[in-house]
Structure formats: structure tokens, C-alpha cells
């Protein structure tokens, strides 16, 4: 880990400081330790064991390490055994166990990822310019879609509605809740939270809101102005008429849940020691230290900042200091060549050691939130004379490394990375494997090796072992599946990777694989509506590539629950077979979709989904006239008389028929009864005007029908369907014209 060489830099302080030998000496190998990180308050099953990966002490390499001498020291329990894996001991430990209770926060899917309800309300004028229909959530009763009408307070035709607040009510949002405390890395388990502490918390809203969203019913009730600064976007003009128009008006809330949970946590703490070889031949090995700032990185205070690093070598099993040429040593900002800064020792010394003084200035500190320079430092040790090796006779050893100094503006980071030297040459590859934890029998998927890396050369050959896929692999990377012998077992893919210097690097990655089965999936379109065209959809998809989905299997089952019977079920042609199929509902009531699939493999799925189908509501007819007007000698004597239709439909269907009829009261006793009724026009017109010649009263009367304004199956239609209303609901006394005679007008004179 990273923090690990700082651990063991304080341990040998004290151990000097106390007398205490960190190492015991034999004759060929030393003893080391490593301290593991202590980690407390882990939450989650994930957190029930971990794998420590821990970084070698200073001069200590991979194949030094007496693997049989490996051993851990403190209160958790090892699982399996150690190994030494990419230059690092590899260990996994069981977590010691506690239980606490904490406060967590529910996001969709990912942390602080919120939740969010863009909602709209459908506001109507009337054709006659005058009234607004508002629609909106009737928070005391828990419905959707009720509607009131208002005036208009700014002229005929209204430009806009009046001022007014109104309400919606989208249904809380749940769908994938995933619990965190505090951070990404602290997932809690659903099960662990008490229900009932989960509480929403708005994040953010409309600015124009009238109160605070509220969450009630299972909704997000918002409350909000309109007009507002938001603009509306207009409904569909198909089948309006007159000035009607219909408008959307849109307000937001986005939010997240805060609960309790009683969570289980674990905590590791120890240290590891084990045996390592010394050298038999001369090996150089190096130390980087960052001595300024410190800590790191630095607050920008409006100046330049200094860094003093600290670069030391040292020779190990070798003894003639009498052949020590010289040490060089070389520190430049990585990348900047004209930043190189070279110094010597010509001491004849087994160790040497020099500091490097560089600024970050005031230009790149203040550029960014957080400024990081890194560095590239190299110690080379010369011989007089060459040294005779196993390998060979060599003039010079050589080791780099890297490190990093930086700024930061603002708040300090959450947390303060250690630097930790990094050497850069000499080192065997890096294998890593990319790939799912787990795939269905059939499904293909990418295995990569791709992100393998050679920190001082490149990758030449890759070699994969992959028991059981279907297809091998090979390269960089490829794509297999697994087969369904593979079901419900967990299989191994592992990755040899070959650097051009020859050196190699092993790693392995476990996949699950489950079976194909299919999961059934029912989309639901149209409009959900007596006689109205409902199309019910096989939305599910292939889980697996090998095995797709027998279109001949997939079974519709549509049934009554309450309100209908079966036999109100229309359809043509067959539930089985189909990808979709068109229905149509004859009565109002509660029905139920089911979905039966089934794929290749040989396994089902099934789903269904109950819906309910509203009524085909009749039009509201309302009209509008004089109740007194008079003869007109310049109009052969006739009246005229304005009549206006005020009908509205209150599911939005299409006012297709009017017809306007009048009868007369010809014996003049105020009963219309026995009167026949006379057409006065059948055109679908909305204001008429109509001319009687004779005085005396006259009663109109003004049928509407209406068109289906959604789609509909004409098969299992006919005309009685259409759905038809008269003004006889409507009081008599404002359907009733008296035409008069104009009085006379009198002139006097003397």
C-alpha cells in the first residue's frame, strides 16, 4: 500500500531511538516486516474479507523473498495462502466483526445520483377564448387528472391563463435504490435498512414553487405558479377547433432518501514478516525522498512554492569502495529537459546521497484547483574498473525513480497522497485482465488484457488458459462465451503476459456463469380507453446470443378481472406466435396482459402487467343565446338570433357532429310538448346564427357526437359507439328566445 514505506521509516525511527533491531542477521538473508494499514468501520458483505496487496521495503526484491517465511502477526484470520504477485506480497484476511448503527443515503443506482420528477400540467382553452380547463393531481382525494375550469382575466381570445397555483403528483421514484454511507466505497445491503426511517430529501426544485414539494400518497406533490418563467410547450392542435389550444407547463424536483441501518463492520490491523535473500552479487538500490512541502501537497498562499527532493543510493554485496569511480545523480521535472540538474560524489563511498531544489511558480499554482509537478530522478554508481559478474563485467549501475509535489486551492483534500518512489527500470511486466464478474450461458463478452502494462519496455506475447469457453482466446483481446455444461458454476480465466526483456507476469480472474433464463418483459401502448386501440407489446429481449427467443413460443393471455368480461376482449388473428397484438376493450374495467416466452436453451419467462381501462366518457353540451330579440324591418322583417356552442368532452375526444334544431310555440301557452322539431343546420358548426320570422318563443336544442380522438379498431366499432349528448340537461329557461316587435318610437314637437 502506499502508506506502507512511511509505516516502516517511522517503525525503524523508534526502533533506532528504543535500540530494537528491526532486522535478525544470518549469514545469507535478513528478516523484514511490513505493517498492514489499519482499516476500521468497513460496511458491507463485500468488506467480509479483503485482499491486501503491500509494497516490498527498500531494497528487497520480488524474488529475494523466502516465500515458505511468509507469516502475519495480529488478530484477523488469513484466507488461503500468501503469494508475491506484481512486486507485491498478496494477502487476504477475514474482517473482525461488529455491529453499529449508521445514517445512510439512497441514490439511483450510483452515489449522488438523485432522483428527479419532471412533471408537466395540461392547461386548455376553450374554443370560445374565454375559460382555461386545468388539469392537475386532487392532493385531498388522492386523484390524478382532475380538472377545474377558470376565466380569463386579460381579454378574448386569453393570451396566457390567469395567475393561479396548481398541483401534480408523480408517483415517488424507488427504482434501483442503492444505499450509501457517506461515500461511493461504503455501499449498504438493502436488507440492513430500517424501513421505516427511509425519508425523501429534496436536493433541488423549480424556483416557483408556492410551497415546499411535499411527499405524500406515495407522491411528489409540487405545488407550483403559472404562468411562470418556465415557457409552456404546446399540446397537439389535431381536432381543435375555434381557438382552442393546449399547453404544458413543467416543474422539477430532484431528491434523494436518508434512513438508519444496523450494519455489520469489519476491521483489519497486523503486520506481515518473512525472510529474504541477500545479494551475492553487486545490486544498487535507491531511495527518493520528497522533504518539501510538507505535507504534500501545499495550500497556494499567491507564491511561489519550493521543493527539495532527496535521492539516495546504495551498493549492496559488494565491498571495494577503492573502485567507487564516482555517483551521479540526476533530478528534472519529467518531461522538461532543459529542467536536468546533474550532481557528482567522487567519494569513494558504498552510499552516497544528494538533495534537488526545484519551485512550482506562482503561474502554474494558481492556474488550477490542484497543481501537481512530477519528478524523474535517476542514481548512477561508476567502477574504476569493471566488476566481473554471472551476467557478465559491468562499468556502472543504474536505478530511476518518480515522485510528485503539488498545490491545491480551496479546501484541503480529503486526503493527502504519501509519495512513494517508484522504481522504473529493471521491472517484470504488469498482467491485468478485464472482463465481466458474471455472464449468462450463450452471451458473449470481451476478454482484454489490454490494460497489461511493461513500466520500461513492451508487452510481446500474451498466453491465456480458459478452460471450458467456446471460443479461445487469443491476443491482446477477443470475445467467448460459455456453453450450458458451464451453468451455475464459476470458471477461471488466467493471463501470462511477456515483456521484450523476457520477464513475465501472471494473473487470473473468476467469472459466474448463470443460466439463460429469459426475462419477459410486456410494453403497453395506445390509449387506455373503452374502444380505444390498445396495443400490448412483447418488449423482452435476448439475454444470451446463442440462444434467442422462439418467436413461435411467445403466448398472449388477456383476461377480465372486474368491470368487463372476456367477451369484451376484441382482437383478430392469434395471441401466439406474435410479437404484438392490437386489442380492444367494449366495457370500462380492470384487466390483465400476461406474457409466456421461451428461448432455445429451453427455458421460460413470464410476466403480466394489470391495467385499467377507462370509461368513454359523453360530451357536456352547453350553449349560449339571447333570450329576447326583436323583428328587423331592414331583414325582410326577421330576427336574428347568435347561437354558441360552449361543449366540451372531458377525455379530449373530437367533437365531429352538431345538429341545431329549433320548435315553436304555436298556440302561444308556454308548452313546447307536441311542437315538432325543424333543423336549423347539421354542418358541425360552432356559432350559428339563426333567423325566425314569426313572433313568439322559440326552444333550441344542440346534439353533439363525438369522434373517437384516439385510435380504434373500426372492426369491433360502430356508430352507437360514438358517444352523443343534447342540451336537454340543460335549464330550458336559457334555451328559450322570445322574438318581440320592436316598439315604436315616439318624437314630440311643439
Same mark, same amino acid.
Given at each position: 500500500m502506499?502508506?506502507?514505506?512511511?509505516?516502516i521509516?517511522?517503525?525503524l525511527?523508534? /526502533?533506532v531511538?528504543?535500540g530494537?533491531?528491526?532486522f535478525?542477521f544470518a549469514?545469507?538473508s535478513?528478516?523484514?516486516s511490513i505493517?498492514?494499514?489499519?482499516?476500521?468501520?468497513?460496511?458491507?458483505?463485500d468488506?467480509?474479507?479483503?485482499?491486501?496487496?503491500?509494497?516490498?521495503?527498500?531494497?528487497?526484491?520480488?524474488?529475494?523473498?523466502?516465500?515458505?517465511?511468509?507469516k502475519?502477526?495480529?488478530?484477523n484470520?488469513?484466507?488461503?495462502?500468501?503469494s508475491?504477485?506484481?512486486?507485491?506480497?498478496?494477502?487476504?484476511l477475514k474482517?473482525?466483526?461488529?455491529?453499529?448503527? /449508521?445514517?445512510?443515503?439512497g441514490?439511483?443506482?450510483?452515489?449522488?445520483a438523485?432522483?428527479?420528477?419532471?412533471?408537466?400540467n395540461?392547461?386548455?382553452?376553450?374554443?370560445?377564448g374565454?375559460?382555461?380547463?386545468?388539469?392537475?393531481?386532487?392532493?385531498k382525494?388522492?386523484?390524478n387528472?382532475a380538472h377545474?375550469?377558470?376565466?380569463?382575466?386579460?381579454g378574448v381570445?386569453?393570451?396566457?391563463?390567469?395567475?393561479?397555483?396548481i398541483s401534480? =403528483?408523480p408517483?415517488?421514484?424507488?427504482?434501483?435504490?442503492?444505499?450509501?454511507?457517506d461515500?461511493?466505497?461504503?455501499?449498504?445491503?438493502?436488507?440492513?435498512?430500517?424501513q421505516?426511517?427511509?425519508?425523501?430529501?429534496?436536493i433541488s426544485?423549480?424556483?416557483?414553487?408556492?410551497?415546499?414539494?411535499?411527499?405524500?400518497?406515495n407522491?411528489?406533490?409540487?405545488?407550483y405558479?403559472?404562468?411562470?418563467?418556465f415557457?409552456?410547450?404546446?399540446?397537439?392542435?389535431?381536432?381543435?377547433?375555434?381557438?382552442?389550444?393546449?399547453?404544458?407547463?413543467?416543474?422539477?424536483?430532484?431528491y434523494?432518501?436518508?434512513?438508519?441501518?444496523k450494519?455489520?463492520?469489519?476491521?483489519?490491523?497486523?503486520?506481515?514478516?518473512?525472510?529474504?535473500?541477500?545479494?551475492?552479487?553487486?545490486?544498487?538500490?535507491?531511495?527518493?525522498?520528497?522533504?518539501t512541502?510538507?505535507?504534500?501537497?501545499?495550500?497556494?498562499a499567491?507564491?511561489?512554492?519550493?521543493?527539495?527532493?532527496?535521492?539516495?543510493?546504495?551498493?549492496?554485496?559488494y565491498?571495494?569502495?577503492?573502485?567507487?569511480l564516482?555517483?551521479?545523480?540526476?533530478?528534472k521535472?519529467? =518531461?522538461?529537459d532543459a529542467s536536468?540538474?546533474?550532481?557528482k560524489?567522487?567519494a569513494?563511498?558504498?552510499s552516497?546521497?544528494?538533495?534537488?531544489d526545484?519551485?512550482?511558480s506562482?503561474?502554474?499554482?494558481?492556474?488550477?484547483p490542484?497543481?501537481?509537478?512530477?519528478?524523474?530522478l535517476?542514481?548512477?554508481v561508476?567502477?574504476?574498473?569493471?566488476v566481473?559478474?554471472?551476467a557478465?563485467?559491468?562499468?556502472?549501475l543504474?536505478?530511476n525513480?518518480t515522485?510528485?509535489?503539488?498545490?491545491?486551492n480551496g479546501p484541503?483534500?480529503?486526503?493527502?497522497?504519501?509519495?512513494?518512489?517508484?522504481?522504473?527500470?529493471g521491472k517484470?511486466?504488469?498482467a491485468?485482465?478485464?472482463m465481466?464478474?458474471?455472464?449468462?450461458?450463450?452471451?458473449?463478452?470481451i476478454?482484454?488484457?489490454?490494460?497489461?502494462l511493461?513500466?520500461?519496455?513492451t508487452?510481446?506475447?500474451?498466453?491465456?488458459q480458459?478452460?471450458?469457453?467456446n471460443l479461445?482466446?487469443?491476443?491482446?483481446?477477443?470475445?467467448t462465451s460459455?456453453?450450458?455444461?458451464?451453468?451455475?458454476?464459476?470458471?477461471?480465466?488466467?493471463?501470462?503476459?511477456?515483456?521484450?526483456? =523476457?520477464?513475465?507476469a501472471?494473473t487470473s480472474r473468476d467469472?459466474?456463469?448463470?443460466?439463460?433464463?429469459?426475462?419477459?418483459k410486456?410494453q403497453l401502448l395506445?390509449t387506455?380507453?373503452?374502444n380505444?386501440?390498445?396495443t400490448?407489446?412483447n418488449?423482452?429481449k435476448?439475454?444470451?446470443?446463442?440462444f434467442p /427467443?422462439?418467436?413461435?413460443?411467445?403466448?398472449?393471455?388477456i383476461?377480465?378481472?372486474?368491470?368487463?368480461?372476456?367477451?369484451d376482449?376484441?382482437?383478430s388473428?392469434?395471441?401466439?406466435g406474435?410479437?404484438?397484438?392490437?386489442?380492444l376493450?367494449?366495457?370500462p374495467?380492470?384487466?390483465?396482459a400476461?406474457?409466456?416466452?421461451?428461448?432455445?436453451a429451453?427455458?421460460?419467462?413470464?410476466?403480466?402487467?394489470?391495467?385499467?381501462?377507462?370509461?368513454?366518457?359523453a360530451?357536456?353540451?352547453?350553449?349560449?343565446?339571447p333570450?329576447?330579440?326583436?323583428?328587423?324591418?331592414?331583414n325582410?322583417?326577421?330576427?336574428s338570433?347568435?347561437l354558441?356552442?360552449?361543449?366540451?368532452?372531458?377525455?379530449?375526444?373530437?367533437?365531429?357532429?352538431?345538429v341545431?334544431?329549433?320548435?315553436y310555440?304555436?298556440?302561444?301557452n308556454?308548452?313546447?310538448?307536441?311542437?315538432?322539431?325543424v333543423?336549423?343546420?347539421?354542418t358541425?358548426?360552432?356559432r350559428?346564427?339563426?333567423?325566425?320570422?314569426?313572433?313568439?318563443?322559440?326552444e333550441?336544442?344542440l346534439?353533439?357526437?363525438?369522434?373517437?380522438g384516439?385510435?380504434t379498431?373500426?372492426?369491433?366499432?360502430?356508430?352507437?359507439d360514438?358517444?352523443s349528448?343534447n342540451?336537454?340537461t340543460q335549464?330550458v329557461?336559457?334555451r328559450i328566445v322570445t322574438?318581440?316587435?320592436?316598439?315604436?318610437?315616439?318624437?314630440?314637437?311643439?
Open positions: 502506499k502508506n506502507s514505506k512511511l509505516v521509516y517511522i517503525m525511527l523508534v /526502533i531511538a528504543t530494537i533491531p528491526q535478525t549469514a545469507d535478513k528478516t523484514a505493517a498492514i494499514p489499519i482499516s476500521t468501520g468497513l460496511v458491507g458483505s468488506n467480509s474479507a479483503r485482499t491486501f496487496s503491500l509494497d516490498l521495503p527498500s531494497g528487497v526484491i520480488p524474488s529475494s523473498i523466502l516465500n515458505s517465511t511468509l502475519y502477526s495480529g488478530n484470520t488469513t484466507v488461503g495462502n500468501f508475491v504477485v506484481d512486486g507485491k506480497i498478496k494477502l487476504t474482517g473482525n466483526q461488529s455491529t453499529k448503527t /449508521i445514517d445512510v443515503q441514490y439511483r443506482g450510483s452515489h449522488k438523485a432522483y428527479g420528477s419532471e412533471i408537466y395540461s392547461i386548455w382553452l376553450y374554443s370560445d374565454r375559460r382555461w380547463q386545468i388539469n392537475e393531481y386532487d392532493e382525494n388522492d386523484v387528472n377545474r375550469d377558470v376565466l380569463a382575466t386579460d381570445p386569453s393570451q396566457n391563463p390567469p395567475k393561479t397555483v401534480a =403528483g408517483l415517488q421514484d424507488r427504482e434501483y435504490l442503492k444505499w450509501f454511507h461515500s461511493k466505497a461504503e455501499v449498504v445491503e438493502s436488507d440492513d435498512v430500517i421505516s426511517t427511509i425519508e425523501p430529501e429534496v426544485k423549480s424556483g416557483y414553487l408556492n410551497e415546499e414539494p411535499k411527499f405524500k400518497n407522491r411528489v406533490i409540487l405545488n405558479w403559472i404562468p411562470n418563467s415557457p409552456f410547450r404546446p399540446e397537439s392542435t389535431a381536432g381543435l377547433s375555434g381557438l382552442a389550444e393546449g399547453r404544458r407547463y413543467f416543474a422539477f424536483v430532484t434523494y432518501y436518508k434512513a438508519t441501518a450494519v455489520t463492520t469489519y476491521s483489519y490491523a497486523g503486520t506481515v514478516t518473512f525472510d529474504y535473500k541477500l545479494p551475492t552479487e553487486p545490486t544498487l538500490t535507491g531511495e527518493v525522498a520528497l522533504l512541502p510538507n505535507p504534500n501537497p501545499e495550500k497556494y499567491d507564491k511561489a512554492v519550493p521543493v527539495k527532493l532527496s535521492l539516495k543510493g546504495s551498493l549492496a554485496a565491498t571495494d569502495a577503492s573502485n567507487i564516482e555517483w551521479v545523480f540526476y533530478a521535472k519529467t =518531461g522538461d536536468l540538474v546533474t550532481k560524489d567522487t569513494k563511498v558504498l552516497s546521497e544528494r538533495q534537488f526545484f519551485v512550482i506562482k503561474q502554474e499554482a494558481a492556474t488550477q490542484g497543481f501537481t509537478q512530477n519528478y524523474t535517476t542514481v548512477t561508476r567502477f574504476a574498473k569493471p566481473v559478474t554471472a557478465g563485467s559491468i562499468s556502472s543504474s536505478e525513480f515522485i510528485n509535489a503539488g498545490t491545491y484541503p483534500p480529503s486526503s493527502i497522497p504519501i509519495p512513494t518512489p517508484t522504481p522504473a527500470t517484470p511486466p504488469i491485468r485482465i478485464t465481466p464478474d458474471q455472464v449468462v450461458a450463450g452471451e458473449k463478452f476478454v482484454s488484457g489490454a490494460e497489461s511493461d513500466p520500461d519496455g508487452i510481446v506475447k500474451y498466453a491465456w480458459h478452460p471450458n469457453v479461445a482466446l487469443y491476443g491482446k483481446s477477443s470475445d460459455y456453453g450450458l455444461d458451464s451453468i451455475d458454476t464459476t470458471q477461471t480465466i488466467t493471463l501470462t503476459v511477456t515483456d521484450n526483456d =523476457g520477464l513475465t501472471t467469472i459466474k456463469i448463470v443460466a439463460p433464463a429469459p426475462k419477459a410486456i395506445g387506455l380507453k373503452q380505444r386501440k390498445i400490448i407489446r418488449a423482452t435476448n439475454v444470451s446470443d446463442d /427467443i422462439i418467436e413461435g413460443s411467445t403466448r398472449f393471455t383476461t377480465a378481472i372486474s368491470g368487463g368480461t372476456n367477451a376482449i376484441k382482437y388473428g392469434s395471441l401466439v406474435v410479437k404484438e397484438v392490437d386489442v376493450m367494449k366495457t374495467g380492470q384487466y390483465k400476461a406474457l409466456y416466452v421461451e428461448n432455445t429451453g427455458y421460460s419467462g413470464t410476466t403480466s402487467w394489470t391495467f385499467t381501462v377507462a370509461p368513454d366518457e360530451p357536456v353540451p352547453y350553449i349560449s343565446m333570450l329576447i330579440v326583436y323583428r328587423d324591418l331592414d325582410g322583417n326577421k330576427a338570433v347568435t354558441e356552442d360552449f361543449t366540451v368532452s372531458p377525455d379530449y375526444d373530437y367533437l365531429a357532429k352538431r341545431w334544431e329549433y320548435r310555440d304555436s298556440d302561444n308556454g308548452n313546447f310538448t307536441g311542437e315538432a322539431w333543423q336549423i343546420n347539421n358541425n358548426l360552432d350559428i346564427n339563426f333567423y325566425p320570422a314569426k313572433v313568439g318563443r322559440y333550441i336544442r346534439t353533439v357526437t363525438e369522434e373517437f384516439q385510435p379498431i373500426d372492426a369491433f366499432v360502430n356508430a352507437a360514438r358517444k349528448a342540451t336537454d335549464p329557461l336559457e322574438v318581440e316587435n320592436r316598439p315604436p318610437t315616439s318624437d314630440w314637437s311643439w
